[in-house]
């Protein structure tokens, strides 16, 4: 800083250094009373919305930036005045304002406005961003207050262990209707064997690709979380008929033509 200017935290912030540096520079001068004390976490946090609001398109920016200013920010600026805003609040409130965007962004894809959003968009977004689930709430509760959205609602996670089981005999009857019967759809027998035999999450379902599917001779493996499990011949044979063949059986709202 050669400019013959008075220093304050805003001209710190302008600097293109490395923040370390910067950010080493400034507890110094804090700590000899030139500058004031200010909760780091705060002016990072609102240093960080204002660069990601000035990046959106201004369709966006009208819903993201009271979002994030008047909701996320302001509550962040109460706890930080009672001394309780850390580095982990802080990070949680960016990926709440993160989750917010890219949900956006989602819903711009396909060709869709927050307020004719439905339960099934969220739900299918969801499926494909499972860890943003605890983020994305902020957003849904905050739009339906303000009466952006009136269908979209997060559902309580479920939490404890599970309390009722299936018997081993009703597994097993599933699982051979799975791998035998030509009335169900290929997709869903497959789905259904591979929670029946690895007990596979449904999320994880829809992460599967083609390429996770390897035969070697006549032992065929799908890779699940990284490591190739050896798949029984019938359903290998129903996964080879799917990427053969590959259907779409959904009850969810269909993709909308541009």
């Avoid at 609102?46 to 990046?55: P, T």
């Avoid at 035998?180 to 035999?197: F, S, T, Y």
């Avoid at 390897?214 to 990427?243: H, W």
């Amino acid at each position: 800083m050669s400019q013959d200017t008075e220093i304050t935290h805003a001209s710190l912030d302008a600097l293109s250094a490395d923040y370390n540096t910067t950010h080493h520079f400034r507890k110094l001068l804090v700590a000899t009373g030139v500058l004031p004390e200010r909760n780091e976490n705060l002016a990072r946090l609102e240093l960080w919305s204002a660069d990601a609001l000035a990046r959106l398109p201004q369709h966006q920016m009208k819903i993201i930036r009271p979002f994030a200013e008047w909701h996320i920010i302001r509550n962040a600026r109460r706890r930080s005045t009672r001394g309780r805003y850390t580095t982990n609040a802080a990070t949680s409130d960016r990926r709440d304002i993160r989750a917010a965007i890219d949900f956006l962004n989602w819903l711009d894809e396909k060709q869709l406005d927050l307020a004719a959003a439905g339960q099934e968009d969220l739900d299918i977004w969801l499926t494909t961003h499972a860890t943003r689930r605890r983020s994305i709430g902020a957003f849904i509760r905050w739009a339906k207050a303000r009466r952006l959205n009136s269908t979209m609602t997060l559902t309580a996670e479920r939490t404890g262990l599970p309390t009722q089981f299936i018997t081993e005999t009703a597994l097993n009857e599933q699982l051979k209707r799975c791998l035998n019967d030509d009335q169900l759809p290929l997709d869903v027998r497959i789905a259904g064997a591979l929670i029946g035999l690895y007990a596979l999450p449904v999320v994880r379902l829809v992460e599967l690709t083609t390429d996770r599917f390897e035969r070697t001779g006549d032992d065929a493996y799908l890779t699940i979380e990284r490591n190739p499990v050896l798949l029984p011949p019938k359903l290998a044979l129903l996964i080879e008929q799917q990427i053969a063949r590959p259907t779409v059986h959904s009850m969810l709202r269909p993709p909308q033509d541009g």
